[in-house]
């Protein structure tokens, strides 16, 4: 590779969320990105947003990572140097409700992915993990050597045997992987052009928040505020999506310069701090000048009280860590919302 050269990346589940986003993050860390989705969480209106962005079209394939022989055609048509490997279902509740098919997906691409990287002789991998294999955690922060709790969902299962994998590929094959373990991404890019897509009624938090500040739902339910914490809602530790997508250029950086032949390591990736469900709100309020109808419910099942992450190692080893905090994210996200009501 001379010098002027771009590794081209697979972007596997790269119209997604944090796939969209990290796609930026790799053409401004000067990667070529490939896209290969099958836009079965995604909506095809993020090229048109990537475009507006980058200044030029994103390559993107349509067809399930969980094909052979598409990502094999894709490694093949564009000689693809480096994986980064997204594609995957993530609703914890659906999880539960088709554990089948999130058996199928979730290990079935991966193993698809491996397999085809192993014939191409192509070693360079990074994994989107989740804080989820933590569970309820003894003690915050949790670092990397915080004991991996048995899955409370399916979802979360797949994630730990994922990592089970890759550690044992890693043993045995040239296979240079990280694990990202992800806490909870938010916001959008400041551009308010790409962001969240919820198909349906949105499960996660901040989309829940900005469709109701935008008057698309009457009302917010904060699951539970009897929690052991200082204001009894939940705490997690949510990072803005473009410093989650920056720490996979890190990452992919990092095992691409490293003289050894094989490789396995996780990394957590978050802000580093703890904000309370109230704590969101009223930062969304206050630096977006708009009411939010929220009232306090029951509890969700299967939440866990607190979470957040120390990024110490990340920081150490990768040379990343976060820059943007709570407020821009809030404020990006709802920059995005308004695109979207607008569009
Ligand atoms: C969950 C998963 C995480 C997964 C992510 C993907 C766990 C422990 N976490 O994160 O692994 O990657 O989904 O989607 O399994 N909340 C409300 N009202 C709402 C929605 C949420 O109060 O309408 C609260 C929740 O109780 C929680 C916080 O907001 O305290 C964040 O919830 P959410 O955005 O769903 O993320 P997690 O459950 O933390």
Not at 37 to 42: E, M, Q
Not at 104 to 123: A, C, D, F, P, Y
Request: aromatic share 8%; charged share 20%.
């Amino acid at each position: 590779m001379s010098l002027t050269d771009k590794m081209r990346v697979l972007v596997t589940g790269g119209a997604g969320f944090i796939g969209s986003h990290t796609v930026i993050a790799l053409e401004e860390g000067g990667f070529n990105p490939v896209i290969l989705d099958n836009f079965s969480n995604s909506n095809k209106s993020v090229l048109n947003g990537l475009k507006s962005i980058l200044g030029h079209e994103v390559v993107c394939v349509e067809g399930d990572s969980t094909n052979k022989e598409t990502v094999r055609n894709v490694f093949d048509q564009y000689a693809i140097e480096g994986v980064i490997h997204f594609a995957a279902s993530k609703a914890v509740g659906e999880s539960m409700q088709e554990p089948l098919m999130y058996y199928r997906n979730n290990l079935g691409s991966l193993l698809t992915v491996l397999e085809v990287m192993e014939e191409k002789k192509v070693g360079l991998l990074i994994f989107s993990s989740s804080c989820t294999v933590y569970g309820e955690p003894e003690n915050t922060p949790v670092t990397e050597n915080t004991p991996i709790k048995p899955a409370a969902s399916v979802y979360g299962n797949t994630k730990q045997i994922c990592e089970e994998i890759l550690h044992d590929v890693a043993a045995a094959k040239p296979f240079k992987i990280i694990s990202l373990r992800y806490f909870n991404p938010v916001g959008a890019h400041t551009s308010g052009l790409i962001g969240e897509f919820p198909i349906g009624v949105p499960n996660n938090l901040v989309p829940f928040v900005t469709q109701t500040a935008a008057g698309l739902r009457e009302k917010i339910t904060v699951f539970g505020n009897d929690y052991p914490t200082p204001d009894g809602t939940c705490i997690r530790d949510y990072i803005h999506v473009m410093d989650l997508a920056e720490a996979h250029t890190a990452a992919l950086s990092y095992i691409a310069g490293l003289r050894t032949s094989s490789f396995y390591d996780v990394f957590n990736v978050g802000a580093g701090r703890g904000n309370s469900v109230l704590e969101l709100l009223n930062t969304f309020e206050k630096v977006n000048n708009q009411p939010v109808n929220y009232q306090i419910g029951a509890r969700r099942e299967g939440d866990i009280s607190s979470i957040w992450g120390n990024v110490e190692k990340a920081k150490q080893v990768l040379g990343w860590e976060a820059k943007r905090n709570l407020a821009t994210a809030l404020k990006d996200a709802w920059r995005w919302q308004q695109h979207l009501s607008e569009s």
